[in-house]
């Protein structure tokens, strides 16, 4: 019996109903290709990692450390995450260049060791004009990577001892609680004769962090 000749699908390709790509969470793998040294791999020559400014770098010289907490209260120990900072003069660098004494993008992750702490080596950002042309506080832009989380999640951390600034930052304002917006306040601690800030993010329950739509 003769087959019926297949007609070639002459519908444009931009017509077509694709199948959605699945989705998955990051981890718990994402060490492995993102974070080599918190995997416990060898690094590559040219890694991006948490040392987002050298010694020589203008500005004044900060650590950032903290915590990623779960909705039931434990720590997650396997979470990565991304910062995106202005320099100490509020410009971003556009370019990474592991010669140059600052980056403005940097990574890090937690581990099973050293208390589950993610950290940061940079400085303190300058303030950056919103679109509206009002200045912003000095701020730290955080997207944060973890299993069970299907999309990052993107937060900012402030300054403690910013807070004349932090009270006229146009989009820390727009968060109508003060206990809300304590979330995205880092606190000022002296650890070794170094300047160190703490920032702890709970991604569910009492005390979530703000995460911002993007």
Known sequence: MKQPAIQPNTQPTSELMLRETAS???GPYVHIGLALAAAGNPVRDEEIWNEMAKPDA???HIEVVGTVIDGNGDLVRDAFLEAWQADAAGNYQSDYDLSK???SFGRTATTFDHGSEWSLTTIKPGAVK???GQPMAPHINLAVFARG???HLQTRLYFDDEAEANAQCPVLTRIESPTRRQTL???REEANGKV????D???QGEGETVFFDF
């Open 24 to 26: 998955q969470t990051a």
């Open 58 to 60: 203008e500005g004044e």
């Open 101 to 103: 004494p600052f980056n």
């Open 130 to 132: 919103h679109p509206s």
């Open 149 to 151: 989380v299907n999309v």
């Open 185 to 187: 306040i880092a606190k």
């Open 196 to 199: 160190r800030y703490r920032f």
């Open 201 to 203: 993010i709970r991604l």
